[in-house]
């Protein structure tokens, strides 16, 4: 067992496929040379050369568009877009292209290929540099998308997604760069599509992704020192859903609050509340609460951003001040 | 301006070329009656007048090289010897078709004859095109990608983005400019800063300025196999304009008035079928020949238009398939 950073960690999982599998490429800005902005691609370039770990130019829609075209036509590649708000410019390759053209080709076309993202807030950026777009990518049929909020299940989610067949956009919460975690020694991989429970309580359940984890893990030790017992589940994967784990781990509290970075409208905690109020109502003990970053761009102010996004704070005071209702 | 030398072009693959540009035509117009009785729903997008281009590329290129062509990709799909029956039955929107319905005719695709795909969102495929052409490069298959669009595609972020890019990887791709002259209802000279929208830019991205006349097939031959021969021996990728015109409007539901009768006739004249025909009968191809080629064709139209035709209405396996690699579409247990 080693302690890896989580940055470490995507470095670890890329280079555990590569060295697995000779058709593993990865491309993007300042991945190779520069081994990333954010340091998650380090030592790539001396492992495995420039013929497989490759900078690019400032050039999203080439970058994705060279990861589909290389998918289709046998390699894996590993595409890293900087910031996932640069999403923006390269989205037509991303939702009208890669998502698409299995299904309008009935099958005669595969898309193995990976994007990976920085996302989300907590380092100042500002309104374009920060977003939470997981629900961007969600509502998009065809494609796969992963969260992780350990650097275990960075290595372990990264290498089910390079083994993937279908596309997957892979976002790497910012925030969660320099935290820590224990990552196992030898080949770690994961299944796409398993949420995990990392707490179980009789009370509540707090349903988080990416950044929002360990704050859900602090808020739930906080409320049961005054008595309110939370399961806590990461769900990891939001396409596909393990719808399975979410209703039943619900259904077994009564209780479903979700907690998401992303702004209010069209979060993906709304499909699971929907879902949730479809299949479970007569279980439920009590109202759905979602607590989200409020509908607004992110601020760039320290004050202001800690305002925004979901605190361990305002979870304790929105799931206590519920459950006293 | 590249000239034509016809005599390096064999007889049989003139004939071969003439054959192609036949059933493109013979396609085309039927695709056209068969909208007409509304037979084709949604939109479609003709190439009748420029089949040249896509003849003369399908000609040069190895079997298992990559074409990616747009929207208006009936002939390009075709002209890679995809039958013409499951086109059609595409168009037609029928469980026979290529994609089994689920396409249409802006997404015909038939990976099996190396037609990658017909993109329809401007720009989109130029960067695909790149993918496919450094795979190939990464494996070293001397497989080319050749990757056909219009001269509005010029103007929009993706064109810059994969020019740039095929040239510093030295991709073996070739970007195909189909110039017809409008681009969609507006001049193409009246939104473009420079005259010839593809070659004028081709110095940005250190290539040289290829233009060939679109609607001669034996030049756009010639044109091919040495882009073609340039991308397979690693020198890169080449950016070609071949100027030509749409003998219809951009779209099913655009007859074309906004252009000038004078300069419509003054393209008609350049018709590259009859043209071709014309040369083919100097050369001394019997006009027997050329006939039975004509009614092969027209054959195999009827043919393809009983078959698809008869196709069913695809049904709901067919609506939820194929979202993911498993063959299904669930995004939850």
């Known amino acids: ?325 | 301006m590249t000239t034509t030398t016809n005599a390096r072009t064999e007889v049989a693959t003139r004939l071969a070329l003439y054959r192609t540009q036949v059933a493109l035509r013979q396609f085309e117009q039927r695709a056209y009656d068969l909208f007409l009785e509304n037979l084709v729903k949604g939109t479609s997008h003709l190439s009748l007048g420029q089949e040249a281009i896509a003849a003369g590329f399908a000609a040069a290129m190895r079997s298992d090289d990559w074409t990616f062509a747009t929207y208006r990709g009936h002939a390009h799909t075709l002209a890679r010897g995809v039958p013409m029956t499951p086109v059609l039955a595409e168009l037609l929107g029928r469980d026979n078709g290529l994609m089994g319905g689920k396409g249409g005719s802006m997404h015909l695709t038939s990976v099996e004859h190396g037609v990658m795909g017909s993109y329809a969102i401007i720009g989109a495929h130029l960067p695909i095109a790149c993918g496919a052409a450094w795979s190939a490069q990464y494996r070293g298959t001397q497989q080319v990608a050749v990757c056909f669009f219009g001269d509005g595609t010029v103007n929009i972020g993706a064109f810059h983005e994969a020019l740039n890019f095929a040239a510093i990887w030295s991709l073996p791709v070739v970007f195909v400019c189909e110039n017809n002259q409008w681009m969609e209802y507006t001049r193409t000279s009246d939104v473009t800063a420079v005259a010839r929208p593809a070659a004028d830019r081709a110095s940005a991205y250190g290539l040289a300025p290829i233009v060939v006349d679109g609607n001669d097939a034996d030049a756009v031959y010639e044109v091919a196999v040495v882009a073609l021969a340039r991308a397979r021996a690693g020198e890169g990728p080449s950016l070609i304009e071949a100027e030509t015109y749409r003998h219809g409007g951009h779209s099913r539901a655009d007859p074309g008035k906004y252009r000038p009768d004078e300069e419509v006739a003054a393209w008609l004249a350049k018709d590259p079928i009859v043209r071709y025909r014309a040369r083919l009968l100097d050369a001394g191809v019997a006009e027997a020949q050329l006939a039975q080629i004509e009614g092969e064709v027209a054959g195999e139209v009827e043919r393809a238009t009983t078959e698809a035709k008869a196709g069913a209405a695809p049904g709901e396996d067919r609506l939820m398939s194929n979202v993911w690699a498993d063959g299904g579409s669930s995004w939850r247990n």
């Open chain 1, 1 to 325: 067992m080693a302690q890896l950073t989580f940055r470490e960690a995507i470095a670890r999982g890329i280079a555990q496929e590569m060295r697995r599998d000779d058709s593993v490429v990865l491309l993007g800005e300042d991945v190779a040379a520069a081994g990333g902005v954010f340091k998650g691609t380090v030592g790539l370039l001396e492992e495995f050369g420039p013929r497989r770990v490759r900078d690019t130019p400032i050039s999203e829609q080439a970058i994705l568009g060279a990861a589909m075209g290389a998918a289709m036509t046998g390699l894996r590649p590993i595409a890293e877009i900087m910031f996932s708000d640069f999403f923006a410019v390269c989205w037509d390759i991303l939702a009208n292209e890669i998502a698409k053209s299995r299904y309008m080709t009935d099958g005669q076309l595969t898309f193995p290929l990976v994007v990976r993202s920085g996302n989300g807030g907590g380092l100042r950026f500002g309104a374009q540099h920060s977003q939470s777009v997981e629900n961007w990518a969600m509502m998009i049929p065809g494609l796969k998308v992963v969260v992780p909020s350990t650097p275990a299940d960075v290595v372990g989610l990264l290498a089910a997604a390079v083994r993937d067949d279908d596309p997957v956009v892979f976002l790497e919460a910012k925030a969660l760069y320099p935290t820590k975690g224990d990552v196992p020694e030898g080949e770690v991989v994961d299944t796409l599509g398993t949420a995990r429970v990392l707490r179980s309580g009789s009370d509540a359940t707090l349903v988080a992704l990416g950044l929002m984890v360990p704050r859900a893990l602090a808020a739930a030790a906080e409320l049961a020192e005054s008595g309110v017992d939370c399961t806590v589940i990461d769900v990891r994967s939001l396409v596909p859903l393990d719808t399975a784990t979410i209703l039943r781990e619900v259904t077994a509290t009564g209780r479903l609050f979700t907690v998401e970075e992303n702004p209010r409208l069209c979060g993906w905690g709304a499909e699971v509340a929907s879902i949730v109020a479809d299949e479970v109502f007569y279980d439920l003990d009590g109202p759905i609460v979602r607590i989200t970053t409020p509908h607004i761009p992110l601020p760039a102010a320290d004050a202001l951003e800690d305002l925004a996004i979901p605190s361990v704070e305002r979870i304790v005071t929105t799931v206590a001040k519920s459950m006293n209702a």
